[in-house]
């Protein structure tokens, strides 16, 4: 199993779930919201090989959490795993806008400098913006489109720029989220749980979960779920996150 997004340390119980975490997942990717979460689920997660804390500063905290802005960019070259950073373009957020590009241009372009991370980047409402920023950083490292939910004009966008799309269960049981996975070549598509925020039937997504999307992949693309596994173990090992063997 893997997870290639989750808010680990946002479970109410995440310490009981820790071990299993790290027991059944080969990797997990665990956001945070602000680069001090970051610091603190660091530690506090330290020593499960498996789980990767990555370094963020959520776009819907954009304005609460400026000032540690400082913190993020020159934390840059010490994490190996950006996230989650993005913009969000949604009516709710429209006053932090500007604070929010600055922080993912300046953040985008810390990761060039450091020589390219992996980015799991918050897109909605927001995709274009954020296509053009990467384009300003070509080597800012491999970005991963978390919970993708453009257009189909920009996904063809990203698809050219060879982004990564982290995929959760809860966006294929929508039809603009089938569709979307659709037209996503099955080589850019990872699994994410992005619980505990997805909730599927009451309850979140956990992060040994985040392959049952293999089962909705497998009739979009018209294979068996196990070579849809395959083909997501396959997406992932080209990631090269330099896993302890
Ligand atoms: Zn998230």
Not at 103 to 125: N, P
Request: glycine share 6%; with cysteine; aromatic share 6%.
């Amino acid at each position: 199993m893997i997870d290639l997004h989750t808010h680990l340390d946002l479970y109410p119980n995440a310490l009981d779930i820790l071990a299993r975490v790290n027991k059944e997942n080969r990797f997990t990717l665990a956001v945070t919201t602000s680069p001090r979460a970051w610091l603190a689920t660091s530690q506090v997660f330290k020593g499960h090989e498996n789980i990767m804390v990555a370094l963020g500063l959520h776009p819907e905290v954009a304005d609460q959490k400026f000032s540690e802005l400082n913190l993020l960019l020159s934390s840059i070259h010490k994490a190996d795993f950006i996230g989650e950073v993005g913009i969000d373009g949604s009516s709710k957020y429209s006053k932090t806008l500007e604070k929010q590009e600055l922080i993912f241009d300046s953040t985008i372009r810390e990761c060039e400098k450091a020589g390219g991370r992996i980015i799991s980047i918050h897109s909605r409402g927001a995709a274009s913006k954020i296509l053009s920023i990467i384009r300003k950083y070509p080597s800012c490292g491999t970005p991963i489109l978390h919970w993708f939910s453009g257009s189909i004009t920009e996904l063809k966008e990203a698809v050219e720029m060879r982004c990564y799309f982290s995929v959760n269960s809860l966006m294929l049981k929508s039809q603009k989220g089938k569709d979307l996975a659709s037209k996503i070549p099955s080589e850019l598509v990872l699994p994410e749980s992005d619980g505990p925020f997805a909730n599927l039937n009451g309850k979140p997504i956990m992060p040994w979960e985040a392959m049952d999307i293999c089962s909705d992949l497998s009739k979009i693309w018209n294979i068996s779920i196990s070579q849809s596994k395959k083909q997501m173990m396959r997406n992932f090992e080209k990631l090269n996150v330099g896993l302890p063997q």
